[in-house]
């Protein structure tokens, strides 16, 4: 196939079909548990369903720091190191309790404010696990944190930054009910949130986005969505590696390779897809499922570790060749004869919602 087949509409369609046959109410959504609230995918960073149904300031911090560990590696190796933390390492890093002792134990003056310490501090990893330039051999929760989190030596900022940014003295629900108040458009206050999540340290428009999303979309975590409807995510767009390589692949390839111009790509293409046909219970326009449906449909690790019939090796006529990771890969770089994928554009999700949506 070429770079520019299947027709990109087309093709949009029958990956948000595979998605509803698939996934939808299988994986995730309906009937299911998000991974943020099950232990056995992210051991105790689990977040309790009552208290973020709640919107419970202490879950949804455990939820901001949880979400944002998933940083430029894979989601199953994420996971596995979640669950393979012992319970002071997960305290330290997602308990509002354990940070605020260890913010007021310090003698560290860049503790002090959220800027100063954004600016101020400078943990970086060593030989013998994490320093910094201002107390370099001072014990410190934050180089306990960078210790823990195993990844860039300022990431173990990043719960510490939260904390004192948005979190501290209790401060956190009014922080959301000034943002809602700014504005009567619940799209609109999801933005807004979006751009107050990117305050915190190492955290950028991505996680932000996934973080607020999943606290006001109520299709992927019925009943655990406390923003909703005040908040309203469903216009929102999370743009990670995979759904990066979907939209290059089936948009105009001279096209800007910035998140805002992908993300708006799939805001249009889901503009063309009612997605009530598959699900009675959805928005007609959500560009947040659509999205979600591009994710998971291009997410080879996810899909191998729920032993999706594609990493089988089974066969399907009808895949989008041109997006599908289990797709041999031609020199050029495009995609093969799939392994398999989705079903043809026109079925219906095999359950009793289909039916429904489709009335």
């Avoid at 998933?70 to 996971?79: G, H, K, S, V």
């Avoid at 606290?215 to 005040?230: H, V």
């Amino acid at each position: 196939m070429s770079r520019s087949s299947p027709r990109t509409d087309d093709a949009v369609e029958r990956i948000v079909v595979w998605y509803f046959e698939h996934a939808y109410g299988r994986w995730e959504g309906p009937g299911t548990r998000p991974f943020y609230c099950d232990p056995d995918r992210v051991g105790r960073f689990a977040v309790d369903p009552a208290d973020l149904s709640a919107g419970k300031p202490s879950a949804l911090f455990r939820l901001f720091v949880a979400l944002s560990m998933f940083q430029a590696r894979r989601d199953t190796l994420i996971m596995a190191q979640q669950r393979a933390m012992p319970r002071t390492e997960v305290a330290l890093l997602s308990s509002t309790a354990t940070i605020r002792r260890a913010v007021r134990a310090s003698p560290c003056e860049r503790l002090r404010s959220a800027e100063a310490f954004d600016e101020g501090c400078n943990v970086r990893k060593s030989v013998d696990g994490a320093s910094c330039g201002h107390r370099p051999s001072e014990p410190c929760h934050v180089k306990r944190a960078t210790v823990s989190l195993r990844r860039m030596g300022d990431m173990g900022k990043l719960p510490t930054s939260a904390w004192l940014r948005l979190w501290e003295d209790g401060r956190f629900a009014a922080r959301i009910r000034a943002v809602q108040e700014r504005s009567s458009d619940p799209a609109a206050r999801a933005e807004e949130l979006v751009r107050l999540f990117e305050s915190v340290h190492r955290v950028g428009r991505k996680l932000a986005t996934m973080f607020v999303s999943a606290l006001s979309t109520p299709a992927l975590a019925p009943g655990l969505t406390p923003w909703f409807p005040t908040v309203d995510g469903n216009a929102l767009v999370v743009i990670d590696t995979n759904v990066a390589r979907v939209v290059d692949v089936l948009r105009a390839s001279r096209a800007a390779g910035t998140y805002a111009a992908r993300a708006e790509w799939v805001r249009e293409q889901a503009e063309r897809v009612d997605l009530r046909r598959y699900a009675v219970e959805l928005p007609s326009y959500s560009p947040r499922i659509v999205q979600q449906a591009l994710y998971t449909f291009a997410s080879r690790s996810n899909r191998t570790a729920r032993a999706d019939p594609c990493s089988l090796g089974r066969t399907c006529a009808a895949c989008v060749q041109i997006a599908c990771p289990f797709a041999p890969r031609s020199p050029s770089g495009a995609s093969g004869v799939a392994a398999g994928c989705a079903p043809a554009a026109g079925s219906r999700h095999r359950t009793s919602r289909s039916a429904q949506g489709s009335s």
